[in-house]
């Protein structure tokens, strides 16, 4: 994955009463990576919070969406269009209810299971072929969740310590994994971060 521009979005929901809750994981994530990196995500353009920095080779865009999830790609696309972003440079940080609380994957396509904010980004990018990092949350009725959490109310929910703490050890080899992932290609960057379960 070489090139000039490339953009990792966070997915979330904007506004105080979202923060920390497991739909929100995608921005959590980001503002751990941006923190990382030394990259201010604090410009507001086209409806996104945004950051740029010179890492991995290539000019690489932080993007937070502030449109309530279900409208993610309404904003994404002008930064797209803008600075001339393949779909094969776009990656998305996603929460995933298929998958046990601190499983990690990185895929590219495929279906969105319902996720509103890739429904959208697939919607307004009009192609589905981009990457996507996917951070497991668990689904009621697996686990320690009861099965009659209503999905509704739980990825609205804020994360436990625990899952808070289970993501934390993560973020080193998750930061690994994307320097792979943009420095040495896709299939080395998936051998790392699919092993994480």
Known sequence: MSGRNSVIIGLGNK???YEGTRHNIGFLVLDELAKRWHIDISRFKWNSLSGTGRLFGQNLLLLKPMTYMNLSGKGVVEYVRFFKINPDRILVIQDDLDMAAGRIKLVKGGGAGGHKGILSLVQHLGTKDFFRLKIGIGRPGQGDVHRDFPVEKYVLSRLTDEEI???SARYDQL??????FFEEGVPRAMSLLNSLK
């Open 15 to 17: 506004g105080d009463e």
């Open 165 to 167: 703490s289970r993501l």
């Open 175 to 180: 930061e690994q994994g994307l320097r792979i």
